[in-house]
T-cell receptor, first 115, second 111 residues
């Protein structure tokens, strides 16, 4: 079974702090994704990566950066946390062998509160 | 730009009822459509995946259909149970790397 783990389930940070969210997958997937989920808005893509050291902006990259130094690990960085970044953050991974069958596997999520 | 809409936003039904959740999408150029389940405070779990060339998929009490030409999918849940209470999300995989998600339908099954 694919396992995607996230470093924290709950996190409380202060405005202006630098925040690191870590995601690790154990299935050698090429693709990794960071989403945020807010009530009524669904999942919105922040960044994704299709290979080591490669990254692409999603729909809402402002205020975030990412790092992928190893295939299994994808980090989301909030350079200077703000209250409007309070949200549920979800990491996912997938493998592109056949686009028609491609599915994303999700981690348990990190609920971040910025005070 | 692909948009995915789910109706209703919330649904409450008595145990044992059959129910249908709806999903619509604006661009029919998709690779697949998936239905996910999300329990409160948790990540997403894939329930059913329908490839663009397929019309439906079944798993146990769940049946999902896809009509690409009309941009619609339905998730049918038979004989609902309290354990089915969760948020159900529809997602389409478009031509790039992205998967576009609907906002979800929150289902509550009353015992």
């Amino acid at each position: 079974d694919v396992k995607v783990t996230q470093s924290s389930r709950y996190l409380v940070k202060r405005t202006g702090e630098k925040v690191f969210l870590e995601c690790v997958q154990d299935m050698d997937h090429e693709n990794m994704f960071w989403y945020r989920q807010d009530p009524g808005l669904g999942l919105r893509l922040i960044y994704f990566s299709y290979d080591v050291k490669m990254k692409e902006k999603g729909d809402i990259p402002e205020g975030y950066s990412v790092s992928r130094e190893k295939k299994e690990r994808f980090s989301l960085i909030l350079e200077s946390a703000s209250t409007n970044q309070t949200s549920m953050y979800l990491c996912a991974s997938s493998q592109t062998r056949d686009r028609g069958r491609e599915t994303q596997y999700f981690g348990p999520g990190t609920r971040l509160l910025v005070l | 730009k692909q948009e995915v809409t789910q109706i209703p936003a919330a649904l409450s039904v008595p145990e044992g009822e059959n129910l249908v959740l709806n999903c619509s999408f604006t661009d029919s150029a998709i690779y697949n459509l998936q239905w996910f389940r999300q329990d409160p405070g948790k990540g997403l779990t894939s329930l059913l995946l329908i490839q663009s060339s397929q019309r439906e998929q079944t798993s146990g009490r769940l049946n999902a259909s896809l009509d690409k030409s009309s941009g619609r999918s339905t998730l049918y849940i038979a004989a609902s149970q309290p354990g089915d209470s969760a948020t159900y999300l529809c997602a389409v995989k478009d031509g790039g790397f992205k998967t576009i998600f609907g906002a979800g339908t929150r289902l509550f099954v009353k015992a």
